[in-house]
């Protein structure tokens, strides 16, 4: 038997995002608004990324950065959150940080992998992972963006499967988990953390994103109780069994590998240190983020 070859990487660009008809479209569909209205807020929100979930959410009178109850139905119901995530998703910051994770994957694997992406929003890495070739997973809580993803895979001629309920999730089975821009939305990351090491074999990568510091008029969202965690894996990812193994400088993303696995990786000397320093970097966003924000705000355009 031949040896499997390892996936094969597409562009992270995916093609129907070029396509802005299709888009508007789209979401007219799914919300029910005048496409005049989806073109004046897309354009809004291409000017002022955050503006659209901003203005709906201060109208139902949350306090920024504060959790509550109200929230969980925020996230599942709002249309806002469409048009944050799809202007998001085609700036190149966000592309390069998919194509990563591409890349990073195929590095990895002899073959495709068990992927499970948490908390994907329009479902655009899962439908991306899925054309490298990989058997992927998607969840996500908003009703909204899973209609938008379940169009986006119809428009690809590809599948898209979907979990709907956590509790199916199946227990160490996955090879991989991506978590981009998820962990700084909720009231307790920790929680989340463990329920990942749960779903991942051992030796199974999380792949991760979570700009904890990123606390801004941009992300109303973001919790100002987690900014704690920023740049600090030992308390988030130790206690779960995870130690990092690989990612970028602002840990855009970073990869934690489970412990058990039967050849444990282990990060080279220049790695190790390359992941401390940007873990010091973004731990001085616990205490002074300005900087922080205005990079990003410079590499988001």
């Known amino acids: 038997m031949p040896a499997p070859q390892p996936p094969s990487i597409p562009s992270p660009r995916l093609s ?7 888009l ?3 979401i007219a569909d ?3 608004e005048f496409k005049d209205t989806v073109r004046r807020r897309y354009a809004k929100e291409c000017s002022d990324l955050g503006s659209n979930v901003r203005e709906e959410f201060l109208a139902r009178g949350f306090v920024p950065h504060e959790w509550c109850d109200g929230l969980s139905e925020f996230y599942e119901s709002t249309n806002a959150f469409i048009y944050e995530t ?6 190149a910051l966000k592309n390069e940080m998919r194509g990563w994770v591409g890349n990073y994957l195929a590095r990895q694997s002899h073959g495709p992998s068990r992927v499970l992406t948490f908390g994907d929003g329009l479902g655009i890495e899962s439908l991306y992972l899925g054309m490298a070739g990989h058997q992927v997973d998607y969840f996500e809580v908003s009703a909204k963006c899973l209609r938008f993803s379940q169009a986006l895979a119809a428009r690809m001629s590809t599948e898209l499967r979907i979990i709907k309920d956590p509790k199916e999730i199946p227990l160490g089975y996955y090879d991989a988990i991506v978590c ?5 939305h909720i009231p307790d990351p920790q929680a989340i953390v463990r329920s990942l090491a749960a779903w991942l074999r051992p030796g199974g990568k999380l792949i991760v994103h979570a700009p904890f510091w990123y606390l801004a008029p941009a992300v109303q969202t973001h919790i100002r109780a987690n900014r704690r965690f920023s740049g600090d894996w030992r308390t988030l990812y130790k206690p779960s069994g995870f130690h990092p193994v690989d990612g970028l400088l602002f840990w855009n993303p970073i990869v934690f590998e489970k412990a058990g696995g039967e050849q444990p990786s282990n990060a080279t000397l220049a790695k190790r240190l390359h992941l401390e320093f940007g873990g010091v970097l973004l731990g001085i966003g616990r205490f002074f983020n300005w900087p922080h924000i205005q990079m990003t705000r410079l590499l988001s355009r």
Do not use: G, K, S
């Open 16 to 22: 129907p995002l070029e396509d802005e008809e299709f």
């Open 24 to 26: 508007f479209d789209t």
């Open 30 to 32: 799914i919300t029910r």
């Open 86 to 91: 799809l202007v998001w998703n085609r700036r």
């Open 180 to 184: 981009l821009d998820v962990l700084e």
